[in-house]
């Protein structure tokens, strides 16, 4: 199963790789727990829009309506995968979870529930992302109130309550280890955190995936971009060891763990993605 691409339902193909086989789990889960069903496909993503033409944001996802249960979904599908995690992971081994802030919580809950110790909770700080905040102006001129012009006067620069995002969180937990540190990683090689480079912060400043990297993936609409995936391999792994990740999507993680001189383990539900995935690796290979 090493270095492969695995097309199917993670939750069936984690229960085939054994017990303390996986050096390091770096995923980015799906958030959006209402497309994690058997049909799962990114084309009900793209479905998941709002195409608004009287506001300037395009393409709003319908997410933005959030729903509390939602999360407490996700949180419950990701404790699954989470047992299946601390089983396959070496003792010591790192686990990385990306979440975005509204259900990041869930998120941790979930890992800690399966026997993993929370060990930081790190941070993608891209710089400032879209704002989705919308202000009243619409919604009074469209509404049946008979006050509307004074409306819009008092609610001037008053807007929804979505702040400008910056970052994105991962969390960063770990299997129990086995005796000491140095016990733990003498025998498993994993555990310890690598500072050769200088001290390691929790938070990661890599800009949004460029148009070329966007293009080498597909245009995948919730890529992250290699170097930050690569920088967190070299950091929570050693050489040669051996990655997974359940959620691939475009295969950025299989870039990155070969940057890293890493072997992975992938897993992708969407077939089409799959072969995506196939063909990045093709051109990353002849450019290599």
Known sequence: MINTIINGDCLDIMKTISDNSIDMILTDPPYGIDVLNTDWSYDKIDKLKVKDTNTPIKGLPVGMKFNPEDAKKLGIF????????????????????????????????????????IRDQLIWNYGVGQSKAQGMQNFIKKSKLTNKEELIKQLEGLKTPQLSPTFETIWLCQKPK???FLDNYIKWGTGLVNFKNGVKKVSFE????????RKLAFSHPTLKPVALLEDLIKIFSSENSLILDSFCGSGSTCVAALNSNRNYIVIEKDLVWCENIEKRLQIYKRKN
């Open 178 to 180: 086995e005796g000491t």
């Open 206 to 213: 890599y800009k949004k995936p460029s148009q070329e990297e």
């Open 78 to 117: 990701l404790n699954k995968c989470a047992l299946e995690w601390i089983r396959v992971l070496k003792p010591g081994g790192f686990c990385l979870v990306f979440s975005n802030a509204r259900t990041s919580h869930r998120v941790g809950v979930a890992l800690e529930d399966a026997g993993f110790e």
